[in-house]
């Protein structure tokens, strides 16, 4: 079973991403990482700039080495979402993606354009969303919980942002997959979501769903 989930900046993917693949004992690829590890390693080289310079770095990608932790900043969400923008960073990550999707148990990975580019035949497809101002919402809270010196207004400032340039992008623009269901978690904590992920999980892999 492949479950694809896609969806802006904070809207709750992960958190849902990680629940359903643990529910279901399927590998988790939180494919954000990846442009976030290339950002990274594009940074400590000198900066964003050398287009050349991001897509080697995304071709030498090893997913064994990426330290998740180390790339949660705002600053590498935003660096991330510039070399996403590139045709020839997105060709070189997508044999790892399809690689991990090709597991014998199936796969839950999230991210942008699961649903509509890397796995366009998964078995389920989740588009979820959230107002601008509840995402903010979530990641101040996130960003303040980790002692960051943030403002709320940065922090929606951000997320409208990285909304529009991912959404604009023509390489694998953030869309919604024509088969996706989409789930808006504006109201929902975290179990409701999952609950209602769960539903439509079930009600897509059921016999003749
Ligand atoms: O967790 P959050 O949604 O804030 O960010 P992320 O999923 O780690 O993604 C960081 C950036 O990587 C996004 O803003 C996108 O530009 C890019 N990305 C993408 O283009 N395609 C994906 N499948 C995943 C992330
Ligand atoms: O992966 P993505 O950037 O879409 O979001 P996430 O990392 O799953 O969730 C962002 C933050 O919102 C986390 O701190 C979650 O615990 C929180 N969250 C929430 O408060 N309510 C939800 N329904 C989903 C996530």
Same mark, same amino acid.
């Given at each position: 079973?492949?479950?694809?989930?896609d969806?802006?900046?904070a809207?709750?993917?992960?958190?849902?991403a990680r629940?359903i693949?643990t529910?279901y004992?399927?590998p988790h690829l939180d494919?954000?990482?990846l442009?976030r590890a290339? @950002?990274a !390693?594009?940074? /400590?080289?000198?900066?964003?700039?050398d $287009?050349g *310079?991001?897509?080697?770095?995304? +071709?030498?990608?090893?997913l064994?080495?990426?330290?998740?932790? @180390?790339? !949660?900043s705002? /600053?590498?969400g935003?660096?991330?979402? $510039?070399? *996403?923008?590139?045709?020839?960073? +997105?060709?070189a990550?997508l044999?790892?993606?399809?690689?991990? @999707?090709?597991?014998?148990?199936?796969?839950?990975?999230?991210?942008?354009?699961?649903g509509?580019v890397?796995?366009p +035949?998964a078995?389920v497809?989740?588009?979820?969303?959230?107002?601008?101002e509840?995402?903010a919402?979530r990641?101040f809270?996130?960003?303040?919980a980790?002692?960051?010196?943030v403002?709320?207004?940065d922090v929606?400032a951000?997320?409208?942002?990285?909304d529009?340039?991912d959404?604009q992008?023509?390489a694998?623009p953030?869309?919604m997959?024509?088969?996706?269901v989409?789930?808006?978690t504006?109201n929902?904590?975290?179990?409701?979501a999952?609950?209602?992920?769960?539903?439509?999980v079930?009600?897509?892999t059921a016999p003749g769903g």
């Amino acid at each position: 079973m492949i479950v694809a989930i896609d969806g802006p900046a904070a809207s709750g993917k992960g958190t849902l991403a990680r629940r359903i693949a643990t529910h279901y004992g399927l590998p988790h690829l939180d494919t954000g990482l990846l442009y976030r590890a290339v @950002a990274a !390693r594009c940074l /400590a080289l000198g900066g964003l700039d050398d $287009v050349g *310079a991001s897509e080697a770095a995304a +071709r030498t990608l090893d997913l064994s080495t990426i330290d998740a932790e @180390a790339l !949660r900043s705002a /600053a590498m969400g935003e660096a991330a979402s $510039v070399v *996403a923008a590139r045709p020839g960073v +997105r060709a070189a990550l997508l044999d790892l993606q399809h690689r991990f @999707a090709a597991q014998e148990r199936g796969a839950v990975l999230d991210g942008r354009d699961i649903g509509t580019v890397i796995c366009p +035949r998964a078995d389920v497809k989740l588009f979820v969303t959230a107002s601008p101002e509840v995402r903010a919402q979530r990641r101040f809270r996130e960003l303040g919980a980790r002692g960051a010196a943030v403002t709320f207004d940065d922090v929606l400032a951000d997320i409208r942002k990285r909304d529009e340039r991912d959404s604009q992008r023509s390489a694998a623009p953030l869309v919604m997959a024509d088969d996706a269901v989409a789930l808006d978690t504006s109201n929902l904590g975290i179990e409701e979501a999952f609950a209602a992920a769960l539903a439509i999980v079930m009600a897509r892999t059921a016999p003749g769903g």
